[in-house]
């Protein structure tokens, strides 16, 4: 009765008007967490006492010791 591709052209048509409803509500949500995180960075970056990285203890390799066959 239906082929795949038409039900994919379905889907895509709801996800489409779906989407735009919240379409402005995730741009400005995303803009929002692009600031929030450019302010973090910049601060950590003034401030020079930030947390040193994490260290995971184990083996470490290079790729040249495993090379693919």
């Given at each position: 009765m239906?082929?795949?591709s038409e039900i994919a052209v379905v889907l895509i048509v709801i996800a489409v008007v779906v989407g735009i409803k919240k379409l402005p509500e995730l741009t400005r949500s995303?803009?929002?967490s692009?600031?929030?995180l450019k302010a973090?960075?910049?601060a950590l970056k003034e401030d020079g006492t930030g947390t040193p990285p994490r260290v995971i203890p184990g083996?470490?390799?290079t790729r040249d010791e495993h090379p693919k066959p």
């Open positions: 239906f082929g795949l995303a803009g929002k692009a600031r929030i973090e960075a910049k083996e470490t390799t």
